[in-house]
């Protein structure tokens, strides 16, 4: 079965290092989308990407965010000088058609110790 | 602002009885609602989409209602077992085209058998 997946699966980095977390969606869907979950809270929206665009973000996706789908197949996240409050786990999802109209499919996160 | 309230403390139900969890929002009307599933440590996984004409919908043991009314859905699970103690979170949408799933903070389920 298809699936989303995510690496690395774990990665430890030095606060005001830049990280960038990788995704490799469904091979045919064209919705793209990054979620944080830090421990213990709810799972927040960041941005969401189609046709090589943003098509929306949240408050929490500043300038120190960005993402990119640098070819086909990959869509990654890159946090450009880590902070101590971005640890948490970043979930990966794709979907077919849009958020209203269809399921997300979600990877199995990559979790960001920032120390 | 919007806003959605799902129970925060834990639900804990005996096996085979019917948990049955809520989900409120508010400050806004939403044409869907999705619910997910979420296992500790791993990525939410879609459970039911319903839509706003929709007041009910069904898959296998598993009832969402969609009340525009009150700005509550319910989901339902029937014949409860340990394998469905997960925390389970809703996503109310807007209009066809909106890319923000937004969840709510969930509600975690421990089934005891």
């Known amino acids: 079965e298809p699936e989303v997946t995510q690496t690395p699966s774990h990665q430890v980095t030095q606060m005001g290092q830049e990280v960038i977390l990788r995704c490799v969606p469904i091979s045919n869907h064209l919705y793209f989308y990054w979620y944080r979950q830090i421990l213990g809270q709810k799972v927040e929206f960041l941005v969401s990407f189609y046709n090589n665009e943003i098509s929306e973000k949240s408050e929490i996706f500043d300038d120190q965010f960005s993402v990119e789908r640098p070819d086909g197949s990959n869509f990654t996240l890159k946090i450009r000088s880590t902070k101590l409050e971005d640890s948490a786990m970043y979930f990966c999802a794709s979907s077919s058609g849009t958020a209203s109209t269809g399921e997300l499919f979600f990877g199995e996160g990559s979790r960001l110790t920032v120390l | 602002s919007q806003k959605i309230e799902q129970n925060s403390e834990a639900l804990n139900i005996q096996e085979g009885k019917t948990a049955t969890l809520t989900c409120n929002y508010t400050?806004?009307?939403?044409?869907?609602l999705q619910w997910y599933r979420q296992d500790p440590g791993r990525g939410p996984v879609f459970l039911l989409l319903i839509r706003e004409n929709e007041k009910e919908k069904r898959k296998e043991r598993l009832k969402v209602t969609f009340d525009t009314t009150l700005k509550q859905s319910l989901f339902h699970i029937t014949a409860s077992q340990p394998a469905d103690s997960a925390t389970y979170l809703c996503?109310?949408?807007?209009?066809?085209?909106?890319?923000?799933?937004?969840f709510g903070t969930g509600t975690r389920l421990l089934v005891s058998p």
């Open positions: 400050n806004y009307s939403p044409a869907y």
């Open positions: 996503a109310p949408l807007r209009n066809t085209g909106f890319q923000k799933l937004v």
